[in-house]
């Protein structure tokens, strides 16, 4: 299993970034994916799950209505649409996948919310 991040980086208050992550190893459109992030001196939590066909989704209640999870399965790849961003978004942010009774993460990508 091999997820890889992107799309990271310095964005002010009020903004959006999206986040990619590319998926490889297992059979990818069929096993539902999740956002997690990890702020400094904090545990990792979860942002938001997709099901394996997109047809459902759950975000923790601090993202609700600002960020939107998605996937590509033809590229087996998930987004992390992040709007209204705020400081305290502020985190290294994982992909992650359930696969085979183990849970495996990306190296992750930063996200910095600051004027």
């Known amino acids: 299993v091999q997820l890889v991040e992107s799309g990271g980086g310095l964005v002010q208050p009020g903004g959006s970034l999206r986040l990619s992550c590319a998926a490889s190893g297992f059979t990818f459109s069929s096993y539902a994916m999740s956002w997690y992030c990890q702020a400094p001196g904090k545990e990792r939590e979860l942002v938001a799950t997709?099901?394996?066909?997109?047809?459902?989704?759950n975000y923790a209640d601090s993202v609700k209505g600002r960020f939107t999870i998605s996937r590509d399965n033809a590229k087996n790849t998930v987004y992390l649409q992040m709007n209204s961003l705020k400081p305290e978004d502020t985190a290294v942010y994982y992909c992650g996948v359930r696969f085979r009774f183990r849970d495996y993460w990306g190296q992750g990508t930063q996200v910095t919310v600051s004027s």
């Open positions: 997709i099901t394996s066909a997109g047809g459902s989704t």
